[in-house]
């Protein structure tokens, strides 16, 4: 579904990503672990079509080259992205973005719009699965919304736009226990054989939820190492030192 | 001051001429208006109240008085398309001028009057004297002067003591101007009695393509305890001009709030003064401003405290794009005794290109102890953070820039409490940003 070959993005002078390669099928789950400004975010952020990046190298995503699509296009051909920190968007009602959402996708996909009472039924079913109050309906984007609320909001969003392929950027971070459980919760109900998951994560603890297909670690803007799920184990073990070695060496 | 070769090389052809109709103290008093803009000229950008507005592009201009009678080629439909049916009571000045074939007018509480100034002035009204030379003695410059030298008409509305008018009344006021450049001076009185109600639409349209100046003088007294809610929709061509001045005098206990939209116009000035004249009164005045291409929206704001526990509040805001040029200049005096005062004045703005340009200038003088006075401005780009996780969600780049703007503006919109006209402006606020955006598209 996903091939990432030998990608660079860098801001400026300041190289990020200094030629990653990974490759995803369909219905898999991949974990990419790392230290603080090994450049997780940024590979998922490039994924997703932030422009602020000088971008070489190649991503095809179903046979088409993503590099070369707006975020809304990538949107549309199934890209998600759970961010790190979600955006507050003061004055715009979160239910009317996200129908707003929906319907740009529906239009490009060719299909119908739903309207205010399906998409309204849609997204009560939808906010169950991550345990969301109703009034988070009608407030603004994020506005106010504490750390673990912006990130439940986020994978409510991805259950309404069900992606194909979804990258969550530390979904963890912030969160305490509980609601570390109701977002893991979350994903593992959207996991599903047509969809593949890149899960960015600093911590192994999220793993325990989240079971990976395969891990990655990155360091220095390469992936250092693959393994299977055992790999992050061994990270929480004996932490990232030596691996940040390996990746500043060419 | 300056003088203007084509505006003043044609005052003569400006001077008042004698109106059988009109009583001595009004022929007076265009008189004297006249003579003050003859003796000191137009203002520059050295005056103070003026200093962001170059009136070259108006003065340049050779401008003929719209007279009485002068045909035009708007419809009933006409007036409609351009300024929206609210229900209720409407009456249509074309270049100034009262055209009851085009107004509606329902029935009133007894004891109202909504009709013409022309009418009434023509009745003699020594009464209303004191009020017609009200905005030009107080603070006058060269367009309040010229306004009371060449006013013949106007909307002449009130409410008696304890009278609540429920439908708001709409005063359209449109421009045809086909052949050679008008200027219209429609002047309007708003008198609401002792704890009287009312709430009182301006719209200002025009023939997209035509130029003219519009130069209009609102003035609106409340009485001890009344209500009044103003609102403004400036929608000229932007090959027009529009100087506007909204007086406003204040009794005990008053409440006053203004809602300012410009939307149109090459240059439009929204001048608001308001005297809060005896202990009690309340105001609240908003402002939308949205230039773009070369346009340019000055919002020069006077509010005088001049009794004591009086409340004042302002929000402005501004949505600039390509050359644009958008003005706050808010200016609020508490004076000598003043005390208890309560005032608060808020400017934010959005900056969409890089060469618009934004002026905000909110300033307080306190004269007095005891009082609680803030202010506040702002300028700013779009958040590309928030553009960006919209576009991650799928929604098209020019919608995501549409959506937060929106938001921008939606707070002053939604403060629009007359349904028929909130959804008016949300459609012309929309269609702004559905057409706009030069500098939108290329990014």
Not at chain 1, 47 to 52: I, V
Not at chain 2, 219 to 227: F, H, I, N
Not at chain 2, 307 to 325: E, I
Not at chain 2, 335 to 346: E, I, K, V, W, Y
Request: proline share 5%; hydrophobic share 40%.
């Amino acid at each position: 579904m996903l091939r990432i070959e030998d990608l660079h993005a860098r801001i400026g002078d300041s190289e990020i990503l200094r030629g990653v390669s990974v490759e995803l099928q369909a219905g898999e789950v991949h974990a990419v672990m790392g230290p603080n400004g090994s450049g997780k975010s940024t590979l998922a952020h490039v994924l997703a079509g932030r422009e602020a990046y000088d971008v070489t190298g190649r991503v095809l995503y179903e046979g088409q080259d993503l590099l070369a699509l707006s975020p809304e296009d990538r949107a549309a051909a199934g890209v998600f992205l759970a961010f790190q920190y979600p955006v507050e968007i003061p004055g715009v009602g979160n239910l009317y973005f996200l129908r707003m959402a929906l319907n740009s996708l529906r239009r490009q996909r060719g299909l119908d719009e739903l309207d205010a009472m399906d998409f309204l039924a849609l997204a009560e079913e939808r906010m169950a699965l991550v345990e969301m109050d109703r009034s988070f309906m009608s407030r603004s984007v994020n506005e106010g919304f504490s750390g673990g609320e912006k990130k439940r909001n986020e994978i409510f969003q991805m259950a309404i736009l069900e992606p194909k392929l979804a990258i969550l950027d530390e979904t963890d971070s912030g969160l305490d226990i509980d609601a570390l459980r109701v977002v893991a919760n979350g994903v593992n109900a959207l996991r599903s054989p047509d969809r593949a998951m890149l899960v960015i994560t600093h911590y192994q603890r999220l793993l325990d939820y989240i079971v990976p297909d395969r891990v990655h670690v990155m360091a220095g803007g390469r992936i250092v190492r693959s393994g299977d799920k055992d790999l992050a184990f061994e990270l929480e073990e004996h932490g990232y030192t030596g691996l940040e070695q390996v990746g500043t060496t060419p | 001051m300056t003088t203007a070769t084509a505006f003043l090389g044609g005052l003569s052809r400006l001077e008042p001429r004698p109106n059988g109709h009109h009583p001595a103290w009004l022929t007076e008093a265009r008189r004297a208006g006249f003579g003050w803009v003859a003796e000191h000229g137009f203002p520059t950008l050295k005056d103070e109240d003026w200093r962001y507005t170059r009136l070259g592009p108006i003065l340049e201009v050779p401008f003929q008085p719209a007279a009485t009678g002068m045909g035009y080629r708007l419809s009933s439909s006409t007036i409609d398309a351009l300024a929206a049916d609210l229900g209720g009571t409407r009456l249509v000045f074309v270049n100034g001028h009262f055209a009851p074939e085009l107004s509606s007018l329902t029935e009133l509480p007894e004891g109202a009057t909504v009709t013409s100034l022309a009418s009434v002035l023509a009745e003699g009204a020594e009464r209303l004297e004191p009020l017609f030379s009200r905005p030009f003695a107080a603070h006058h410059h060269a367009f309040t002067a010229l306004n009371a030298a060449l006013t013949e008409d106007g909307a002449f509305i009130r409410i008696p003591a304890d009278t609540t008018v429920d439908q708001p009344i709409h005063l359209v006021f449109v421009s045809d101007s086909p052949t050679s450049p008008l200027l219209s001076s429609p002047r309007s009185v708003v008198l609401a009695g002792p704890r009287s109600r009312v709430a009182i639409v301006e719209t200002h349209v025009g023939v997209p393509g035509d130029v003219y100046l519009t130069n209009a003088v609102t003035e609106v007294a409340l009485a001890d305890g009344a209500a009044v809610e103003h609102y403004k929709v400036q929608d000229e061509p932007d090959t027009a001009f529009h100087l506007g001045l909204l007086d406003v005098h204040q009794g005990r206990a008053s409440r006053f709030s203004s809602h300012s939209v410009a939307l149109g116009s090459s240059i439009a000035r929204h001048e608001v003064r308001v005297g809060l004249e005896a202990e009690g009164a309340e105001v609240s005045l908003d402002g939308l401003y949205m230039a773009r291409g070369d346009q340019h929206h000055d919002n020069p704001i006077l509010i005088e405290h001049a009794a004591p526990r009086c409340t004042s509040r302002q929000l402005y805001k501004g949505v600039v794009d390509g050359r644009g040029h958008g003005v706050f200049n808010g200016r609020v005096v508490v004076h000598p005794g003043a005390l208890g005062t309560d005032a608060a004045q808020t400017n934010k703005n959005l900056l969409l290109s890089d060469r618009a340009e934004v002026d905000t200038r909110p300033r307080l003088e306190i004269l007095a102890d005891d009082v609680r006075c803030t202010h506040g401005a702002a300028v700013g780009r779009l958040d590309e953070d928030a553009v960006f996780y919209l576009r991650s969600r799928g929604v098209p780049h020019q919608m995501a820039r549409g959506l937060l703007i929106s938001a921008f503006v939606n707070e002053l919109v939604d403060r629009l409490r007359l349904e028929p006209l909130r959804s008016r402006v949300e459609k012309l606020v929309a269609h702004r940003l559905a057409t706009g955006g030069e500098e939108a598209a290329k990014t």
